[in-house]
């Protein structure tokens, strides 16, 4: 059996974590092989030995890795939190305040459309399973639980509060009011399922 060269399995990762962070920073169409390959100090060339593809498929790689580190974190999350669907959200927003942003509607709405349309639409399939899908479920097994009213439909309800996150992020970082992410997430919880208006 073959052993694995752990350094082409550390260039991989460090090729992997660049073109994440950049591609999740200004989006598919923004980044070139050029801007990673500048970033990472090799030559543009050097990248097609981890994705002969090219672009698309080393944002390919890319997104698979990010959405598998997603859901398990987040199934985790809301797996680890008390059988209640404002502890479960809390524990999940938690997680995913504890990463890099993750734009997920840049990239259902943005990027997949300028992705070949096979490759586009299994990487909105991925991207959805892996963050709406699993929010998705937690509100409906609320919903069988009778904690939450029958509408809006749970997928509604979980781009509303993946909306609420990415919302959190720009507060907390472009308007610079630090340390208060987890407390504005809290709060906008209780207005996702609660509702602004005093209670009669």
């Not at 070949?116 to 399973?129: C, M, Q, V």
């Amino acid at each position: 059996m073959r052993r694995r060269d752990p350094s082409k399995s550390l260039a991989r990762a460090r090729v992997l974590d660049v073109a994440e962070r950049l591609f999740h920073e200004r989006g598919y169409k923004a980044v070139t092989m050029r801007d990673i390959a500048d970033e990472l100090d090799i030559r543009q060339a050097s990248l097609y030995y981890h994705a002969p593809g090219g672009k698309e498929e080393l944002y390919a790689k890319v997104i698979e890795r990010s959405m598998e580190r997603h859901q398990a974190g987040l199934q985790e999350a809301i797996d680890g939190a008390k059988e209640e669907i404002e502890s479960q959200l809390r524990a999940a927003a938690g997680w995913l305040l504890s990463q890099p942003p993750i734009h997920i509607t840049r990239i259902l709405t943005s990027d997949v459309t300028s992705l070949s349309e096979a490759e586009g639409e299994r990487i909105s399939t991925l991207a959805f399973d892996s963050t709406i899908g699993i929010i998705s479920k937690t509100v409906k097994a609320a919903r069988k639980r009778k904690e939450l009213r029958g509408t809006p439909h749970e997928d509604i309800v979980a781009n509303a509060f993946l909306s609420i996150v990415d919302g959190v992020w720009y507060h907390a970082d472009v308007q610079q009011l630090k340390g208060t992410k987890e407390k504005m997430a809290k709060d906008m919880i209780k207005v996702l399922l609660q509702g602004l208006r005093p209670k009669s």
